[in-house]
């Protein structure tokens, strides 16, 4: 029989080794689906594995330790990305202070804004994570600083250590979601967050067919808290869903190289574009979140956003492209575009943004999608 990997293993190594099966011969390198919610319990006592939504499945504990191995964390995984959210709201008293970035994930506000409608589940405080002086002053009388970096649309990128320092002075818990950089990009917990969360259905399955949340923790009691949570709010991942979400991880490496590559080769061509205004790109060099994005993360991501001078004049954009997707996801090996504005809770987005997500298509047909997109007119 195979030994278990040692433990000194390079990143892609271990996207590619952990999460495996047994190492028993005959058995299959992949752990296999298990469609199951019922389990053989032993008579007159408890068995581990009972049912599924108290006891997981093979499936998502494969899933679980490769995540948690490369944030440094016992991990655990939900249904969605919004209910990974949702599952760390919950652990907070009713009434609790929570300071949420302006520019973040509309689900996080509507959550929020649901909890405040229904009797101040939970009291929110939105700030602008650019000016460095409200967030230190809000997390100074916060329960739990929600960080989001970099940010979905703005790519906003906020120096995880400097509010993790000022909210342990504080007393407050801090919750990075690393959606956009994923585990390969930034480790939050190594800068002193609490919590990590990852929309998975992003570049973690990289396919858009799948949904699926994890939360990775610094302290073993709130990966158990959490579990409680999905066991009692029954927001358990599927089967599939696990599986297609370890398969797709297994690639997250070359994906990302590939993409981030493009994306900012794409990003250099927008920003000496005539009919395009300003770039968001953390890669380059005269973005305001370049410098604080080169420190903390290992790479700039694979999102991009850039301006044009209307609405309409996005739409017409993006009704022109025919390799790039019209589609509201990103993350997956096919480009997507999105006019943010167009959704509730964005008024503070230029209402010509477009938001990128770069696939792994070759760079030159997506500079010629976007370059004869760009020459079309909006009617007028
Ligand atoms: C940054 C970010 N966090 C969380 C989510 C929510 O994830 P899910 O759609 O898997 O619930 C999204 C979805 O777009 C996202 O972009």
Redesign the pocket.
């Known amino acids: 029989m195979q030994g278990e990997p040692p433990a000194d293993l390079r990143v892609e190594t271990r996207l590619a080794v952990l999460g495996r099966g047994s190492h028993e011969p005959g058995q299959p390198l992949n752990v296999p689906i298990v469609p199951a919610s019922n389990f053989r319990a032993a008579p007159g006592g408890v068995t581990e594995r009972e049912y599924s939504r108290d006891d997981g499945t093979p499936g998502w504990e494969a899933l679980e330790r490769l995540i948690g191995d490369l944030e440094g964390g016992p991990a655990v995984a939900f249904s969605?990305?919004?209910?990974a959210?949702a599952a760390v709201l919950e652990l907070l008293p009713v009434g609790a202070r929570v300071v949420v970035p302006r520019d973040s994930?509309t689900?996080l506000r509507g959550l929020l804004a649901d909890g405040a409608a229904a009797g101040s589940r939970w009291r929110s405080r939105i700030v602008d994570m650019t000016d460095g002086r409200e967030l230190i002053a809000a997390v100074a009388d916060a329960d739990l600083v929600w960080l989001?970096t970099p940010s979905?649309p703005l790519l906003q990128v906020v120096d995880i250590a400097e509010v993790a320092r000022a909210a342990a002075a504080a007393g407050a818990l801090v919750a990075v979601?690393s959606?956009?950089a994923t585990p390969l990009l930034q480790n939050p917990l190594d800068l002193g967050a609490d919590l990590v969360v990852h929309?998975a259905?992003?570049s973690i399955g990289g396919h858009s067919d799948l949904?699926?949340?994890l939360v990775v923790c610094r302290r073993p009691e709130d990966r158990a808290r959490l579990s409680r949570r999905r066991e009692v709010a029954g927001a358990t991942p599927g089967a599939l869903e696990a599986f297609l979400a370890l398969r797709g991880a297994r690639t997250l490496a070359v994906r990302l190289r590939q993409e981030q590559e493009t994306a900012g080769e794409l990003a250099r061509r927008l920003a000496a574009h005539p009919a395009v205004g300003r770039v968001r790109y953390p890669g380059l060099p005269d973005d305001p979140e370049h410098a604080r994005a080169a420190r903390q993360m290992r790479g700039f991501g694979t999102v991009l956003g850039f301006e044009l001078p209307d609405a309409a004049t996005a739409d017409a954009v993006c009704g022109a492209l025919r390799v790039i997707s019209h589609a509201t996801?990103?993350g997956g090996v096919e480009s997507t575009i999105e006019r943010r504005a167009k959704l509730p809770g964005q008024e503070h987005v230029p209402a010509g943004l477009l938001r990128l997500s770069v696939g792994c298509e070759h760079v030159e047909d997506l500079w010629a999608d976007l370059s004869t997109a760009l020459d079309v007119r909006p009617p007028s």
């Open positions: 969605s990305g919004m209910a959210i994930y689900g989001e979905n979601d959606t956009f929309s259905t992003k949904l699926l949340g996801s990103l």
